[in-house]
């Protein structure tokens, strides 16, 4: 018997865009991490997708406007969180000293308390100098001159919420050393390697010193104001459209707590809806899916039972008006030995 809940095969802890492709098909996700038999070769072959290639050189495009990647050596799981921290620290800092925005943040949190540790990547956080408000902005590629369906609206809806849930709470001071020992499985107390102490703001030498410095900073900035998705054309990166998210948090926790049902294996995986259907066709599992297969199979059962209720009110039909006729014969007898008008007077 397999124990492992989803959240086990994730290896206890999710991206944001996880929980935000669990809007479009929860069944997609879960075979991401547990492909359906017979079809390793799916995700071992990387096919290459020209659009989500576009995709990425636009936004390595816009991250090189602002930043210059340097890339540092690691050799522990210590070494590779601290790098996160640092780089969450240098975009604080920036946006903290003035700069009107930075671009690729990466964020960690638990958000609702739900006991899942969740990371992501901001693709940008714009600061208003005078005001001091920070807005959240989202870019979106798009291979046409469109903005896409409500379906993949919502999965961007509550990508962009979690942010601004997770940066809120890393600002409220709602993440502790204790969440990030327990639920990351590191040592906060273990030397880091020379190369990632060189990057350190200060002469910070674990993950408990950084994370300190990353608190104490947090607590200096203001709470998110705007989420906004900016579609842009891929051709010309011409803008599309720019959309404005309005933070919801009641609908983000009820969402959520559903997805984490699933992730602790409270409930059973669920596809998409027979009304969502054509999500299928652009879906690598679509030949291989449990789900599909068996709302397939309800609609064919459904479509068998439909046909037999038809043609039992057929056959009903059929005998009622066979009845009225030979009534109507019946009284048409009676009145011409009688010499009285029909009783009956029916007309088909
Ligand atoms: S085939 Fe459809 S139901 Fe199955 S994983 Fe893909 S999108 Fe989801």
Not at 135 to 161: F, H, N
Not at 258 to 264: C, K, P, Q, T, V
Request: contains cysteine; glycine residues 4%.
């Amino acid at each position: 018997v397999d124990a492992a809940t989803p959240l086990d095969l994730a290896n206890r802890w999710l991206f944001v865009t996880d929980l935000a492709q669990q809007s479009w098909c929860e069944q997609q996700v879960f075979y991401k991490f547990r492909p359906p038999r017979d079809t390793d070769d799916l995700l071992s072959v990387d096919i290459p997708n020209p659009s989500v290639e576009k995709g990425s050189i636009i936004h390595l495009a816009r991250e090189a406007e602002l930043h210059t990647k340097v890339p540092v050596p690691t050799t522990t799981k210590e070494d590779a969180f601290a790098v996160t921290v640092i780089n969450i620290i240098g975009s604080l800092r920036r946006l903290l000293s003035g700069s009107p925005m930075v671009r690729e943040m990466p964020i960690f949190g638990m958000p609702f308390d739900l006991g899942i540790f969740v990371s992501g990547i901001i693709d940008q956080v714009q600061c208003d100098p005078e005001s001091m408000h920070y807005d959240i902005w989202e870019l979106k590629t798009r291979s046409s001159m469109s903005v896409p369906s409500g379906a993949q609206k919502d999965s961007t809806k509550i990508q962009v919420m979690l942010y601004k849930k997770m940066l809120d709470d890393l600002i409220l001071n709602r993440i502790t050393h204790r969440m990030i020992e327990k639920h990351r499985k590191v040592d906060l107390y273990l030397e880091l390697s020379l190369s990632v102490q060189a990057e350190c703001p200060g002469s910070e030498n674990n993950l408990h010193q950084l994370l300190s410095v990353l608190f104490d900073m947090g607590q200096k900035m203001t709470c998110v104001s705007q989420l906004f998705v900016e579609y842009c054309y891929q051709e010309d990166k011409s803008a599309i459209a720019l959309e404005e998210v309005q933070y919801d948090e009641a609908w983000l926790c009820q969402k959520i707590t559903h997805y984490s049902e699933f992730w602790y294996g409270k409930r059973e995986v669920c596809g998409v809806d027979i009304e969502e259907a054509w999500k299928c066709h652009s879906c690598d599992f679509q030949d291989h899916c449990a789900w599909r297969a068996m709302k397939a199979d309800e609609y064919t059962r459904k479509c068998t039972q439909q046909k037999q209720i038809k043609k039992n009110i057929s056959v009903c039909l059929r005998g009622l008006f066979l009845l009225c006729r030979m009534l109507v014969g019946a009284a048409t007898n009676i009145s011409e030995t009688t010499g009285y008008p029909p009783l009956v007077s029916i007309e088909y």
